[in-house]
DNA sequence: GATCCAGTCTGAATCGATGCAGAGAGGTGC
DNA sequence: GCACCTCTCTGCATCGATTCAGACTGGATC
């Protein structure tokens, strides 16, 4: 049985009040007794009060949630998840916090639970896919939480720090259209919950669920649509998963079509990584330049020489984690917008003539 | 005032050990009541029963802590600690339990405090520089842990997932000194605690107190004992932080020497990689072809075509959770030791004759 | 009709601390 | 000598649940 403090208490002669004073507030017992009460404490193993309950009694609990969409596991495959990662853990390191990774079981109910029962003071939400349902379980439990993914029906006082996904998108989809490119392909991750991988067909962008894809592909097609290339003739492709494997899978027998497009766009880096991984797996006499681009500027974009639009991933989380802790007296300033920028390698060129 | 279960048992009119029993054992009640139960609570705004009370009373946590060394961020920005996260993660996953990743404050104190604050179930604690402390604390606190470095004090229960490091260290030593190099340089990330950059002499390997440092050093001396090259003739070099900078700034000067060194072998990828980008530095007329070895093969390493031991990372994380949270029958098998592999790859070549 | 049982539900003790109001002791000022 | 403080320390209510031993109900069994 380990001691607790009430056990220092009758070793010492003390109340418990006095013991719990010694740990947590210093100035309000004599330092001699407090002495005593930690040598005690030392010789009996007490090791210091049980956190669980301080938490309960104190009713916060000194750590944060971050909430993924997927896997555990899988988050750290993600550089830019990592990079994020980093951030909030900076913050919190700063804040003298812990942060607790919820691990997202399969099922809606368990998932929920999972959300439910995460010991925390609030939430930082990494771009889940479908949110909503867990951002109701946060508001229901009455905790903070500070969203990544901009959502149209989210009210004034919801915490926020992302970029302007459409303006971003647009940027990098007006330098491939500046390049002259006609025929092009969008690739994103989960365009439908659902979707196998490939070529999809939608009626327009509106009908897209996820906030941050809904928001690439709207500005992909704005940039577009301003050369006079509308929805119906680009081609959207669909990537069941945020990974190289499932951005190559999805362009999948995209060049040997007769009227190939001459660039693809990707909602993300390891997408169109992917996408380079399929291209340089074709015979060298049998590769056709396309023009790729990617989303987030990971590291592996520079080493790749991707063109990709930059945002700052160490910066969000921090942020993120800083609005969740520190959180700014005036509500517009939980609002954080971040400068992002379109960063052209060598990835994207001119449409070749032919 | 956010509802009670209390509240909820009041407002169906049963008694609170149905409302709980309706939560957390569904088989204890008609499945009616049970519905009436959660619909009472969903109107409520009831948001399920409060994670920390249900810890205390039920003597577990859900979560395991993961311990680190030094700044949160700073593991993020290990690829080698990314990795084996990852695999902490994925079992954690698999048992649903989050993660708590618990950062250490500077003062000794303080850094206690923490450890001892921290809810959760258990501890992998991976390489703390100097992590008896902490050990210490968590055995007080009556926790089980599993560690990653192996320490010659563990008692026999003790669990532990790592390799023989010295005997990996010696291997790629041996890989350099076939190749004839006599004249090398040790790099290692803090040799002795707060030893500034860069060369440092030392009686013996045994003066070195961290075990993974210690270990590795040890085998890199071993390799070379036995060509006749002993611990004197060594040139040790001291890193203060396992960063590329830190790499770097520990072989300033080096290649300078009257009679410098043909080879540099780290104690770490991310140190080699540091040499690396020194040597890079350089004018390209005067660039030494020094050896470069490293440890671990992280991806980087790969690109870098750097010669090292590869050690299963995710593997690592992915059992030390595992034999945290389903720990084995057998004592034995909770002492895990994974294979190496020595890969050779363009940073070693033979020693230029001259 | 007494007995037994399975299925449901309740009451009360308990988990391990915190924090407030107040009690006593000892000292100061007038 | 009395009122008034300041320091220390104590007692008690409380945080929000879980759990176990029983109580009650209604039906089957002999």
């Not at 990079?83 to 997202?104: C, D």
Request: proline letters at 8%.
């Amino acid at each position: 049985m380990k001691p607790t403090l009430q056990a220092v208490a009758d070793a010492v002669g003390v109340s418990r009040s006095t013991v719990s004073n010694a740990y947590s507030r210093p100035d309000q017992l004599s330092a001699a007794l407090r002495g005593r009460i930690l040598d005690a404490a030392r010789q009996l193993g007490y090791p210091g009060p049980n956190p669980t309950a301080r938490s309960l009694r104190r009713g916060f609990v000194g750590s944060i949630g971050v909430l993924f969409t997927s896997q555990l596991s899988y988050a750290f495959t993600d550089p830019f998840a990592v990079r994020f990662l980093a951030g909030v853990g900076a913050a919190a390191e700063r804040h003298g916090t812990s942060m607790l990774l919820v691990p997202l079981p399969q099922g809606a109910t368990d998932a929920r639970r999972a959300v439910e029962n995460a010991a925390v003071d609030g939430f930082c939400v990494y771009c889940v896919a479908d949110e909503e349902w867990a951002l109701e379980v946060i508001r229901d439990r009455g905790l903070p939480y500070v969203s990544t993914a901009a959502r149209d029906d989210a009210g004034p006082d919801e915490r926020f720090v992302g970029i302007d996904e459409r303006a971003a998108a647009r940027g990098v989809a007006a330098h491939v259209a500046g390049l002259g490119h006609r025929r092009v392909a969008l690739l994103a991750d989960s365009v439908l919950p659902d979707a196998p991988a490939g070529p999809l067909t939608l009626s327009g962008v509106g009908q897209v669920p996820h906030p941050t894809t809904h928001g690439r592909l709207a500005g992909f097609a704005d940039a577009f649509a301003e050369v006079g290339v509308d929805w119906a003739e680009l081609i959207l492709l669909n990537a069941p998963g945020n990974s190289r494997q499932a951005g190559a899978a999805a362009v999948a027998g995209l060049f040997d079509r007769p009227a190939p497009p001459t660039a693809v766009l990707a909602g993300s880096d390891v997408l169109a990584l992917g996408v380079l991984d399929a291209l340089a797996e074709r015979p060298a006499g049998d590769r056709p330049p396309i023009s790729v681009t990617g989303f987030d500027d990971i590291p592996e974009a520079a080493v790749a020489g991707l063109t990709t639009v930059r945002q700052p991933a160490e910066e969000k989380g921090r942020i993120a984690a800083e609005l969740l802790l520190d959180p700014p007296a005036d509500v517009a300033a939980g609002h954080v917008l971040l400068p992002t920028a379109l960063v052209v390698r060598a990835s994207t060129g001119p449409v070749p003539r032919s």
